[in-house]
């Protein structure tokens, strides 16, 4: 008899990001910033110091009170993952019984509904308007009538680039009984961040990343903050020793340097409005092709019917961007890489 594997995986295919050697790459949303010689150095100390031999400190503790410190919450409220992926699907498979519903919102983060369909949950999609908002009320009214365990969405939301305040957000987190996952993993080009509120919700985890404003993609950290009891639940649930001692080392040297990460989000938001103002502009020039949204993110969202042409050929002029249903969405980056992107959109518009 011939193995075969079940059917929640059986139709699944790999994340096929964009690979291939390009000249910009701003599709992925991370950081265009190096950190400085005197942090590189400093890390390279702190790789070498590293007991090759032994296992990772289980709870990250040094990386978690840099993270506390940096993001002014308590260390008893934090916990360490492999990047947020590691954390949103552990929420997923530990949070969630077969066949509880989770809400999703459409468009958002891919990949909420992935983990919801591998913990055999039941994904209930909230779409947005045409223009990417949305009525809180109507959320909570979805949610709590389709009686949801999670809602799980992406504030300020990846890919749209647009945020919800935080007085709509107290509002949803109070008035629906499911569990309330806050992916903040672009709040730090924001300041509407729920962090200081987490012990007044017993049912709001809020996720952080490494990955955008920090600029440390490769090392894979990603936070869960919430009260005390969910974060026991989180820390018994998860793997033993899920964050490498590197990336422990790393990560908290570089949350442990205040200025360099006030800097580092200060040129990206700089670089994101420089980015907006330039696209602006091309809309201004070609009324009915094309929308620009304004982002609180460190990349710009273009709604336009052309966006796989436009996608197409920035791809064959060296320019790697992310191509969605209907919009392009754009990843600020240096001064010389965003005047490039600009020049090759408006020819692209062109041609």
């Known amino acids: 008899m011939a193995y075969e594997v079940n059917e929640k995986i059986r139709e699944l295919v790999p994340y096929q990001p964009i690979t291939g050697n390009y000249r910009i790459r701003l599709d992925a949303n991370e950081s265009f910033l190096v950190p400085e010689n005197e942090i590189l150095k400093a890390i390279q ?159 709001l985890i809020i996720l952080r990343t490494c990955s955008k404003a920090i600029g440390a993609a490769s090392l894979r950290l990603g936070f869960a903050v919430s009260n005390v009891n969910l974060i026991r639940f989180l820390k018994a649930v998860k793997s033993p020793y899920n964050v490498n001692s590197i990336s422990q080392k790393i990560g908290a040297e570089i949350l442990k340097r205040k200025d360099w990460l006030a800097f580092c989000r200060q040129k990206i938001c700089k670089s994101r409005d420089e980015l907006f103002s330039g696209l602006k502009k091309i809309e201004e020039k070609n009324l009915g092709r094309m929308r620009v949204l304004k982002p609180v993110t460190n990349f710009v969202t273009v709604k336009t019917p052309e966006c796989t042409s436009i996608y197409q050929k920035l791809l064959k002029d060296g320019i790697a961007i992310r191509c969605f249903d209907g919009f392009l969405r754009i990843t600020a980056g240096s001064e010389t890489e965003n005047e490039e992107l600009l020049s090759a959109f408006e020819k692209a518009l062109k041609e």
């Open 45 to 203: 100390k702190d790789a070498v110091s590293v007991a090759f031999q032994r296992y990772p400190d289980p709870i990250a503790q040094e990386l978690c009170e840099a993270f506390a410190k940096a993001y002014n919450v308590n260390v008893e409220n934090v916990v360490a993952g492999n990047g947020s992926d590691e954390l949103i699907s552990l929420l997923f498979s530990s949070f969630l019984m077969k066949g509880e519903c989770a809400v999703t919102l459409s468009p958002d983060f891919s990949m909420y509904s992935f983990y919801c369909g591998i913990a055999e949950g039941q994904n209930k999609e909230f779409k947005k308007r045409d223009d990417f908002s949305f009525s809180i009320d109507d959320l909570i009214d979805f949610v709590n009538k389709n009686k949801a365990r999670m809602l799980i969405f992406s504030n300020p939301c990846n890919p749209t680039s647009l945020g919800v305040k935080r007085e709509e957000i107290r509002k949803l987190v109070s008035s629906v009984n499911a569990l309330v996952v806050l992916d903040e993993a672009y709040m730090d080009f924001w300041d509407q961040s729920m962090l200081s509120e987490v012990n007044q919700y017993d049912n």
